[in-house]
């Protein structure tokens, strides 16, 4: 989407993992420096615990 991300910033948190897993996602991908986690030690936790892995990605094509 064409967003200005000094305003609106993609974020992620637990219930974004909780969506993941109820569709069978294992994988997320998220850009440096430009995502915000909520919660960041429950995301972790919820991650782990969901099987799901997750890759900061330093540059998007």
Do not use: H, Y
């Not at 974020?11 to 897993?21: I, P, Y």
């Not at 919820?46 to 997750?54: L, R």
Request: proline share 3%.
């Amino acid at each position: 989407p064409n967003q200005d991300e000094r305003f609106d910033l993609p974020v992620v948190g637990v219930k974004t993992l909780e969506a993941m897993s109820a569709a069978g996602a294992s994988l997320l991908a998220i850009e440096a420096r430009k995502t915000l986690i909520l919660e960041k030690d429950l995301f972790i936790q919820k991650a782990v615990d969901s099987k799901i892995s997750v890759t900061v990605l330093t540059s998007v094509i």
